[in-house]
């Protein structure tokens, strides 16, 4: 094979899995996360931050190298008598200045810039964490709001055909009025039904579209469309492992206690003005004489020497600013105190949900199969001529309510799991019930949307 049609080979396999349709390319899951770490807004100010950060850095570290530092002076001098002195003077030099000793500044101020960087990185991953779970959400809500549709089509093809068929009664004279006025209001409260999860679905495309980056097209036109289906996805995390891994791997953590090191570094900057300043300096300079006696007018040289400095008192300035260094370190102190409990009451709230989703799973997979039945037994009355009309459309009825809640038990499902994952700072491990090891495919097979509303599967 030729190195171009090998190289072009990996490309295609590298490329995630898009296939156009109509023009609009169609994304997984997987393919719009790692999109919207490609191109989400928010994570591209955080990398910008970093990049800030890194600036940061390299002018701290400029602590440690030696300044070129040059400079001149000429000045003229009207004067009002004679005199033999000079009127013009001019100097000018070039100095070479190392700091030997800062009272622990440079050393200081190069940790802090090396924390706040480290400080940058865990913001970027909080955000991309966040815009991750975010994308998840958005993903389960399309999912769902699009089986929603599905549902409300079946619904109303359901009821259109009740319609007709109480209408042809009608007109044989077989029914009254009432039960094709019922078919017609109930075919009438189904319709915007329809049209809501019509919109939700617009909706949920333009959120996702927000959080993936990608530019607005023309009206009603999809800038992707979603592949998938809204299923259960049988996971049981522990809670315990879950807020050790949480309090271990969460960014934000990690940020907090950077913001505490931080306040301990400053506060060593803040105490180093208290303490002498040493620089060693050598150059060469070029200078004039004002006094024709004292030597000829251009003067030039080699210099070296030593410069120190130490302030003795400064009017407590020094002083302020370290007791506020130590009030903002204690402030980081609380608030990683704070940012703990918070994250621990993020993961048991997760969890809960996650409990409570799939309780109403349970719950709603039994009640789904009765509903069924519930239809099929008032459809067989309703032929035999022991039910009425009323009871065909209360448990058609019943039958979407059972469904939607069921779909909408799995979306919740779904995004609990997605939360959890990023309160406890990464995927939970799946794991399956001990003592009942079909238990889950039983479930899954339970909350499955069904094909039409009529029972038929």
């Known amino acids: 094979m030729r190195p171009i049609l090998r190289l072009a080979l990996c490309a295609l396999v590298a490329l995630p899995s898009v296939a156009r349709v109509r023009g609009a390319p ?3 899951i997987d393919d719009l996360v790692r999109l919207a770490q490609t191109q989400n807004p ?3 100010i955080a990398r910008k931050k970093i990049q800030a950060a890194r600036g940061g850095q390299i002018e701290a570290r400029a602590g440690y190298l030696p300044s070129v530092i040059s400079d001149g002076l000429y000045r003229r001098r009207e004067r009002a008598e004679s005199s033999r002195l000079r009127p013009d003077d001019y100097s000018t030099s070039l100095r070479v200045v190392e700091n030997l000793y800062t009272g622990g500044a440079t050393s200081n101020q190069t940790a802090i810039a090396r924390l706040t960087l480290a400080k940058q990185d865990d913001e970027r991953q909080v955000v991309t964490d966040r815009v991750t779970m975010d994308v998840r959400l958005a993903f389960y809500e399309l999912l769902l709001n699009r089986e929603k549709i599905h549902l409300r089509e079946e619904s109303v093809a359901v009821l259109r055909g009740e319609l007709k068929s109480e209408r042809e009664r009608l007109s044989a004279g077989t029914v009254g ?6 078919a017609e209001v109930a075919l009438a409260n189904e319709e915007p039904e329809l049209i809501q999860a019509q919109t939700d679905l617009q909706n949920s495309y333009l959120h996702l579209s927000d959080l993936c980056g990608f530019e607005s097209r023309a009206s009603g ?3 992707f469309e979603a592949v998938g289906s809204l299923q259960y996805e049988p996971r049981h995390p522990d809670l315990n492992a879950a807020l050790m891994r949480a309090l271990t791997d969460r960014p934000e953590i990690r940020s907090a206690q950077k913001d505490v090191a931080i306040e301990e570094k400053q506060l060593e900057v803040d105490r180093s003005a208290t303490r002498p300043h040493v620089q060693f300096f050598s150059g060469y300079e070029a200078y004039s004489e004002r006094d024709p006696n004292v ?4 003067n030039h040289g080699y210099v070296v020497g030593l410069n120190a400095t130490w302030n003795l008192f400064d009017g407590f300035a020094t002083r302020g600013r370290m007791d506020a ?3 903002r370190r204690d402030g980081a102190l609380l608030a990683l105190k704070a940012v703990k409990l918070g994250i621990e009451s993020e993961v048991r709230s997760a969890f809960l949900d996650l409990q409570q989703a799939e309780s109403v799973l349970q719950a709603q997979a039994q009640n789904a199969r009765t509903a069924d039945e519930a239809l099929g037994f008032a459809q067989s009355n309703l032929a035999a001529g022991l039910g009425t009309q009323l009871d065909i459309l209360q448990a058609a009825g019943d039958v979407t309510r059972t469904r939607t809640t069921r779909l909408s038990a799995i979306y919740l499902h779904n995004a609990a799991l997605a939360r959890l994952d990023r309160a406890s700072g990464g995927d939970s ?3 399956v019930q001990p003592n009942d090891e079909h238990a889950e495919d039983r479930v899954f097979q339970a909350v499955r949307p069904p094909s039409s509303l009529d029972g038929k599967k």
């Open 26 to 28: 169609r994304y997984t």
């Open 42 to 44: 928010e994570i591209a």
């Open 177 to 182: 009025p009432l039960d094709a006025s019922r």
């Open 221 to 223: 036109e999809r800038p």
């Open 295 to 298: 030597g000829p007018e251009f």
């Open 325 to 327: 260094t130590r009030a």
């Open 429 to 431: 491990p799946r794991a």
